[in-house]
């Protein structure tokens, strides 16, 4: 029974487990491995010193040192405890080839349950490189409105940089912050920038003078926690994602059966990611970190660091909604430093980032590489199908419900690679399913546009299109 598992699917060698041991008789009356346990008790530990920090550690009345000290360590002391001894790590490309090289060795060699929290510095480090590089060599007028937002004017001092790296609130499964946004939270601006009349804006019922409150917030997403909990424990060991390579598996059952299984397997099994996503915003949030301002209405807004957006996901209706609510702050990274940078072949070097991030397993490099065509197949659909079904609500409706199922058969079919991890098992189940999704890639990628050209702008389909869309 697997609670949660952030990176890998597969479960770490119990073994090689160097985390606290103190909690085993704990472990063995709940009847989950002692590394779930510790992970599950840290993000307690760290919701109890979240409060802590916003109520008696408040930027009001304490310095950010203070603060900045208080975080690194909590963060500290809950990484050993969860993850042990080993928790310890002129141009940005070359900062972040020699980052990514020592993190990829530290996987290869060290044991995989360390291998959580290196990610997150991983991405942290890399982005904060990316942002100096953008502050001290950039003018600006070269960067982009976000880089420029995101630019680090000054070189961070050694306790800044710690705080960032190693505070409690991401340690354990990020979200990987913007360095500037943590800083603001830190010394107390992001309330300040985002107050109700921080842009001249107002609104009604929301006092200049009152402090956001993420009490409201951490109780809603406590409530989805306890959800997945169950569905971790109730839902995801009816589907085994490890029955899809038994020989039953691929012998006995049917191209439908196969599709079905596949589904609901990968739908359960990304609750354990929503889990630990969720609970990480929890903490950030219950500290006082992740306030974004007022939506139009003047409620409050808690997601600036949020990871997922779970609802959107699991309803998307394209492959560019399913990745803008999945792992969202992983999103921002490759964006920031792989897709607005490279020079040429901007979505195939992004997802290879992406797969090189993950690590060395086969199935990483299947499901980003699908990944990539898919991405390219999708815009393909949108600007050659869309159009038609443009016409009347009938139509969009229509077309709604159609790209809402092949969402759900794309998303199942590309990423069980990802959580099986191994290439041939991988390979025989694609093959037993006749490649169906990777011959309908690249028919969308090279004969459709051929056989249905995109219309041209200012076409009379294109203004459907658009009178279309400003009905709904």
């Given at each position: 029974m697997e609670l949660f598992s952030y990176g890998v699917p597969s479960r770490p060698n119990i073994a090689m487990y160097q985390g606290s041991q103190l909690l085993k008789p704990l472990s063995r009356a709940v009847g989950l491995p002692i590394d779930q346990v510790n992970f599950t008790c840290s993000m307690l530990m760290s919701l109890i010193a979240s409060v802590i920090l916003r109520l008696s550690f408040h930027p009001s009345h304490t310095t950010a040192t203070v603060r900045h000290i208080y975080c690194v360590a909590i963060g500290l002391t809950i990484g050993?405890?969860?993850?042990?001894?080993?928790?310890?790590?002129?141009?940005?490309?070359?900062?972040?080839?020699?980052?990514?090289?020592?993190?990829?060795?530290?996987?290869?060699?060290?044991?995989?349950?360390?291998?959580?929290?290196?990610?997150?510095?991983?991405?942290?480090?890399?982005?904060?490189?990316f942002n100096i590089h953008d502050g001290l060599a950039q003018t600006e007028e070269q960067l982009s409105p976000e880089c420029r937002k995101h630019a680090v004017r000054k070189i961070p001092p050694p306790i800044e940089f710690a705080s960032y790296l190693l505070n409690f609130q991401t340690i354990l499964c990020g979200p990987c912050s913007q360095y500037n946004d943590y800083i603001d939270y830190i010394e107390g601006r992001s309330l300040q920038s985002r107050s109700p009349t921080a842009n001249g804006s107002t609104f009604k019922d929301v006092p200049s003078s009152k402090e956001p409150s993420p009490v409201r917030a951490v109780m809603e997403k406590l409530g989805i926690v306890l959800v997945l909990v169950f569905v971790n424990l109730k839902l995801l060991p009816l589907f085994p994602m490890e029955y899809i390579r038994e020989e039953k598996f691929l012998m006995n059952t049917g191209f439908i059966g196969k599709t079905t299984y596949i589904l609901c397997a990968?739908?359960?099994?990304?609750?354990?990611?929503?889990?630990?996503?969720?609970?990480?915003d929890v903490v950030c949030n219950a500290s006082g970190f992740g306030f974004n301002g007022y939506n139009e209405d003047g409620t409050e807004r808690w997601d600036l660091v949020q990871t997922v957006h779970i609802a959107r996901f699991e309803f998307s209706l394209s492959w560019r909604?399913?990745?803008?609510?999945?792992?969202?702050?992983?999103?921002?990274?490759?964006?920031?430093?792989?897709?607005?940078?490279?020079?040429?072949?901007?979505?195939?070097?992004?997802?290879l980032l992406s797969a090189y991030w993950h690590g060395f397993f086969p199935g990483y490099y299947l499901t980003f590489g699908a990944g990539a065509l898919v991405t390219i197949a999708a815009r393909n659909v949108r600007r050659s199908i869309r159009?038609?079904?443009?016409?009347?609500?009938?139509?969009?409706?229509?077309?709604?419900?159609?790209?809402?199922?092949?969402c759900r058969l794309v998303v199942a079919y590309v990423t069980f690679p990802f959580m099986l991890l191994s290439f041939w098992p991988s390979i025989q189940i694609y093959k037993s399913m006749y490649f169906y999704i990777h011959i309908a890639i690249l028919l969308a990628t090279f004969i459709l546009p051929v056989v249905l050209p995109p219309p041209k702008p200012g076409s009379t389909t294109e203004n459907s299109a658009s009178q279309s869309s400003r009905m709904k």
């Open positions: 050993v405890f969860c993850w042990g001894g080993l928790f310890y790590c002129r141009r940005s490309w070359n900062v972040i080839l020699f980052v990514l090289g020592c993190y990829m060795l530290l996987r290869t060699v060290g044991p995989q349950h360390i291998q959580k929290p290196v990610m997150v510095m991983t991405q942290k480090m890399t982005t904060l490189a990968t739908t359960v099994t990304r609750a354990k990611y929503y889990f630990a996503w969720v609970m990480a909604d399913s990745l803008a609510s999945w792992n969202t702050q992983t999103m921002v990274w490759l964006r920031m430093i792989a897709y607005e940078r490279a020079p040429c072949m901007k979505t195939f070097l992004t997802y159009p038609v079904f443009q016409k009347s609500r009938t139509m969009v409706l229509l077309y709604h419900v159609m790209t809402f199922l092949a």
